[in-house]
């Protein structure tokens, strides 16, 4: 089966534009976790997606936004960009049916000028 | 609160035994999980202790003591390309929260 894919690879804006990321699942899979990670630094959960529904965000502001589609691929928009905001996302699908086993996709890049 | 604590470097020998420790402060604990990320890389699942004790998996092994509030990651006969970040994660309500990471640096 397929693994997680995201799109772009990388992506560069300058501050106050808008970035959209996606993602897709493993197949079949229909939850779809959205993480930020800054350089040299940890993972922060952004959104949960399943079903078509958003379940629960991290303490992000809400510029930070998303949806997911009825395929179960989803986009993460970060809007009215600011210089933190340069980091890695990396969007994960639990394995099975348990969800402490995450798949992870190789990520974006985004960097903002 | 919600925080999982872990030393920010180890560095061993190639061929040596590493132990990574976590400990956590957490409510709703369900337990403990562990991803390794290299470089410019994805993190992967290695392990999940659910239970309290020892978890093995080939040249990895994984350890939760529930009353300690703490898990390590062990791991035998280090290569080279264990050299990575490792960071351990809690599953809470319906996210997960992950450690600030462990690098490990494998010296030949």
């Known amino acids: 089966e397929a693994g997680v894919t995201q799109s772009p690879t990388h992506l560069i804006k300058p501050r106050g534009q808008q970035a959209t990321l996606r993602c897709s699942p493993i197949s079949g899979h229909t939850s779809v976790y959205w993480y930020q990670q800054a350089l040299g630094l940890g993972l922060q959960f952004l959104l949960w997606?399943?079903?078509?529904?958003?379940?629960n965000r991290g303490n992000f502001p809400p510029r930070f936004s998303g949806r997911q589609f009825p395929n179960y691929s989803s986009e993460l928009n970060v809007n009215a960009l600011e210089l933190e905001d340069s980091a890695l996302y990396l969007c994960a699908s639990p394995g099975g049916s348990v969800f402490y086993e995450q798949y992870f996709g190789p990520g974006t890049r985004l960097t903002v000028t | 609160g919600q925080s999982l604590e872990q030393p920010s470097e180890v560095t061993a020998v190639e061929g040596a035994i590493v132990q990574i420790n976590c400990t956590y402060q957490?409510?709703?604990?369900?337990?403990l999980s562990w991803y390794q990320q290299h470089d410019g890389g994805a993190p992967t699942f290695l392990s999940y202790?659910?239970?309290?004790g020892l978890e093995e998996t080939g040249r990895f092994s994984s350890f939760l003591s529930r009353s300690d509030s703490y898990g390590y990651l062990l791991l035998q006969e280090l290569q080279m390309k264990d050299s990575a970040s490792y960071f351990c994660a809690a599953p809470l309500g319906q996210n997960f929260v992950f450690g600030p990471g462990t690098r490990l640096s494998v010296l030949p």
């Open positions: 957490t409510s709703g604990f369900y337990g």
């Open positions: 997606y399943d079903e078509g529904e958003e379940r």
């Open positions: 202790n659910a239970l309290d």
